[in-house]
Every structure is written in structure tokens, then in C-alpha cells.
């Protein structure tokens, strides 16, 4: 199960946000940047093609956002599964 809020704090404010308050924000966003498509993808590969992607950082950080990133493959597609490990 993910998050279904994320909690925003600092020695002045603290602040929950519901991850799907986010939704229109991410919708615009996607909006923007995939436009019509890429063609040549939709041309070629077809849409029931799956296939597994990663993350990795090389070097030692900070990860923030999980729960952002969740929703918004959600949002591309219910079917994208998001397993995220962190150590």
C-alpha cells in the first residue's frame, strides 16, 4: 500500500497534502510534455507491450517525491505496477 497523503514539515509549518489533490497538477504536466505523442512508438510498438524500468542513482542522496511518482503513473495507466525500494 502507498501513501496516500504526504506530510510537509519545518520548525514553522506543518502541512499534510492528500497525494490526489495533485492530480490536476500532474494531469497539466503530463499534458505538456507528451503533447500528441511519439509517434514512431505508436507506430511501432504495441500498446499492450510491457516492459520493466528502474531508477538508480549512483550516488549516495535523498530520495523525495515517492508517493508524487506513484500517483502519477497511476494516472498514465492503472495497470503500471511501481514497487519502489529504497535503502
Do not use: H
Not at 510491457?50 to 517525491?65: D, M
Amino acid at each position: 500500500m502507498y501513501a496516500e497523503y504526504v506530510i510537509f514539515e519545518d520548525e514553522e509549518v506543518s502541512v499534510i497534502i492528500q497525494i490526489r489533490e495533485w492530480d490536476d497538477v500532474i494531469i497539466r504536466a503530463l499534458d505538456e510534455d507528451r503533447g500528441n505523442g511519439d509517434v514512431t512508438t505508436r507506430a511501432t510498438i504495441p500498446e499492450e507491450t510491457s516492459c520493466p524500468g528502474r531508477f538508480l542513482a549512483k550516488e549516495t542522496g535523498v530520495i523525495c517525491g515517492l508517493p508524487v511518482l506513484v500517483r502519477t503513473y497511476a494516472l498514465i495507466d492503472e495497470r503500471i505496477r511501481v514497487d519502489c525500494q529504497v535503502t
